[in-house]
């Protein structure tokens, strides 16, 4: 008995605008998301409805204090800043830094090290081990960093520092009531608290 033989059809496909429309997409979101930032300390933010935007203008730099885990740190987002901070510190408490370490420490973040040990901290900024058991400043160390970097920001930009608190949900309001007092002894009445922004429905 004859049985048809049926051939195969083959259609081509061309992947190629697939391609192109996956390029795309991660682009966008490489471009449009924010990297994760891990600090020293774990800090889990507590939550709030309202939103507010500082004008980018009227600042020059971010000084963010960090609050949690007991430990109290900084971070200043200006390399620059950085830098004429440490060199103001060095001066100020007889401590002499290499041209080495003040260009090394620009490229630090957190600063979360007493001056005593500031040195071996940026001599090992690159171990992870160093960074993130840092054990934090005192009051009176935080309150110097950041007068000085207020300092070093109006000298080299003519421009005002915007002060951010990051404490984690869990911290004492004592702790972070000093912070704030701490401030308000350098005539800083303005600054911002971050937190996990919860949407209205």
Do not use: C
């Not at 259609?11 to 449009?32: A, C, E, G, K, Q």
């Not at 971010?62 to 007991?70: C, V």
């Not at 303005?190 to 949407?199: D, T, V």
């Amino acid at each position: 008995m004859y049985r048809p033989k049926f051939r195969r059809k083959h259609f081509d496909v061309d992947m190629f605008p697939m391609f192109n429309l996956l390029l795309i997409v991660l682009s966008f979101l490489m471009l449009s998301g924010r990297p994760a930032i891990r600090y020293p300390i774990l800090i889990n933010l507590p939550t709030g409805s309202s939103f507010n935007t500082a004008d980018p203008d009227s600042y020059f730099t971010i000084t963010t204090i960090l609050i949690g885990q007991k430990k109290l740190m900084l971070k200043l987002d200006a390399p620059d800043i950085r830098e004429a901070t440490l060199k103001q510190i060095g001066n100020k408490y007889n401590t002499d830094f290499t041209p080495a370490e003040i260009n090394k420490f620009g490229e630090t973040d957190v600063i979360g090290t007493p001056l005593a040990q500031i040195k071996k901290y940026i001599s090992g900024y690159y171990n992870a081990t160093d960074y993130y058991n840092q054990p934090g400043l005192r009051l009176d160390e935080l309150a110097e960093w950041i007068k000085e970097s207020r300092k070093a920001t109006f000298e080299k930009h003519n421009s005002l520092t915007r002060i951010f608190i990051m404490a984690d949900g869990e911290t004492p309001y004592p702790e972070i009531k000093n912070v704030i007092d701490m401030l308000g002894q350098q005539k800083i009445t303005k600054f911002s608290i971050i937190y996990s922004y919860l949407r209205q429905i």
